[in-house]
């Protein structure tokens, strides 16, 4: 397996530049291993703080960073099946524009698929809120194959941010389609019976700026009939069987509905 790989991000007008600063030098200042390209999609009009930012990290970087302009805004899902198809390499590394990357993100993962027979690599995910050294918790998920495939039945598989897979498994199963706020999740639900092969490091490779601003945004009817209709196209597809269904959206719909002071006491228990 190369070495040479691609970071694929999207940006768009609400993001932070002191944000989006830090996740570029976590990517490229501060790694064991640089990515052979960065694929940085501009979805829509940005303001002048994003592209002044984007301008200096062009001018550091040269033809290793290209740029993808969008006209108008399309949506991360969209945005993202773009990128791909401007990637150069067949693994492809994702990130968010206000993440930071743990040194050795990608050291780790290319060795990983140097030595194994998989198509998609994730980790554990640290989150914090305002400071990146006071982590308030974890995303942890399963390591090997059959267990991400059993755990996915229920709840997302795969951190999002910090995944790398190969370029062609993804474009196999059908890409980024619209899923409302759960493109990813749908994505890995028909790679996995698409037969492409699984497997998450078990530390933080990435920590994410979440917390619980985050869950507040997760809470509600919207979110939850986002979730009714994932898990209903996860059982036409054969995802899930009537009972899985039956369940996933039985607890969703209650943690969906709960004060928030309940859900933050979950969510504790759940991410620590």
């Given at each position: ?5 691609s ?37 829509g ?45 067949e693994l ?9 990357c ?19 690599c ?20 399963p ?22 897979y ?16 759960l ?20 530390e ?36 899930i ?7 996933n ?24």
């Amino acid at each position: 397996m190369t070495s040479d790989f691609s970071v694929l991000m999207s940006i768009y007008s609400k993001e932070n530049a002191g944000y989006f600063d830090r996740a570029m030098t976590s990517i490229w200042d501060e790694q064991t291993v640089r990515p052979s390209e960065i694929i940085l999609v501009e979805d829509g009009n940005l303001t002048d703080e994003l592209y002044s930012s984007i301008s200096q990290w062009k001018e550091k970087i040269g033809s290793t960073f290209r740029i993808v302009p969008l006209e108008k805004n399309v949506g991360l899902g969209d945005a993202l099946n773009i990128g791909l198809q401007k990637c150069s390499y067949e693994l492809v590394a994702r990130m968010d524009t206000d993440d930071i990357c743990v040194n050795n993100r990608f050291e780790k993962q290319l060795k990983i698929f140097k030595n194994s027979d998989i198509d998609i690599c994730s980790s554990w995910v640290s989150e914090f809120v305002k400071n990146e050294n006071e982590i308030i918790s974890y995303r942890k998920l399963p390591e090997q194959h059959l267990d991400i495939i059993k755990y996915a039945k229920h709840r997302c598989p795969i951190n999002h941010p910090a995944v790398m897979y190969k370029k062609q498994a993804v474009k196999d199963a059908g890409g980024y389609v619209e899923m409302i706020l759960l493109e990813d999740y749908y994505l890995w639900g028909r790679m996995i019976l698409n037969d492409a092969k699984f497997y998450n490091i078990e530390e933080p490779l990435v920590n994410m700026r979440a917390g619980y601003g985050q869950l507040e945004r997760r809470r509600g009817m919207k979110y939850f009939l986002s979730e009714y209709s994932l898990h209903k196209t996860f059982l036409s597809i054969g995802l899930i069987n009537y009972l899985e269904f039956t369940q996933n959206i039985i607890i969703r719909l209650f943690t969906r509905m709960l004060p928030k002071s309940i859900l933050k006491y979950l969510y504790n228990i759940i991410r620590r």
